[in-house]
């Protein structure tokens, strides 16, 4: 059953984080600065964020769908939620860019890490097939992954799930200035909350990088496979 009062709650984080002011971003002078200059302009929303998004329509029943990952592959169900994008369009966004690992982490709005955390695991990018009743769009304002756009309302009667996975996701994505406990910096995201990941490459014509889905926990996936960042950027034709 539907539970208002996350869906209250989901309108409510989505209100503050909103029109919270964060003091005004400084001059980018590196890659920090630029990943905290696009939590700055993502925690904001204005008319431009209801953009054309990828869509996967009711008649394909199985999709192929990819994530960046130092964690290997996922086991099956799976046992988290997962956040994959459509793997021709992040090759779209990464393709022919001297920096592989960067340039995926900036077209999927994830902070600078040249390095996995641990000496032993190594970046990848995994594709897979899923269910498409099995994915949704991580929008508040619907999760409906057959539509072009997100809303800027949030949508009523969202799943208790669902709505609770949103409601963290906003909770914990518009902050910079935390700290590990190692020292080392804790950051947040520049989650739109309009259904694509904020690209935070300054050489990017748009801030618009791909369009997101989330994998639900518990999904059955099947076809695994791992691609090197800098093997899965040149694949393909993109002449």
Known sequence: MPNPGLNVACCAA?????????????????????????????????????ADLQTIQPGQTSVTVGTFTEWGAPASPTQRPIWVSLPSQLQDLCHGKPNAVL?????????????????????????????R???????????????????????????????????????????????????????????????????WDPQAASPIGVSEFVVRKGSVISQVSAAAPAQFCQSGDKT
């Open 103 to 131: 340039a995926i982490q900036q077209a999927l709005g994830l902070p600078p890490q040249a390095t996995p955390s641990k000496p032993e695991h190594e970046w990848q990018v995994l594709t897979f097939n899923v269910g």
């Open 133 to 199: 009743e099995a994915l949704f769009r991580p929008c508040p304002g619907g999760t409906d992954i057959a539509a072009p756009r997100c809303g800027n309302a949030v949508a009523q009667g969202l799943d208790e799930t669902t709505a609770r996975f949103l409601l963290n996701q906003l909770w914990s994505s518009d902050r910079i200035g935390f700290r590990a406990a190692s020292g080392a910096p804790d950051w947040g995201y520049p989650f739109t909350g309009m259904g694509w990941a904020y690209n």
């Open 14 to 50: 989505l209100t503050v984080l909103s029109a919270c002011a964060l003091s005004p971003p400084q001059a980018p002078t590196g890659l920090t600065a630029l990943y905290e200059q696009s939590i700055h302009a993502a925690a904001v929303r204005d008319p431009s964020f209801a």
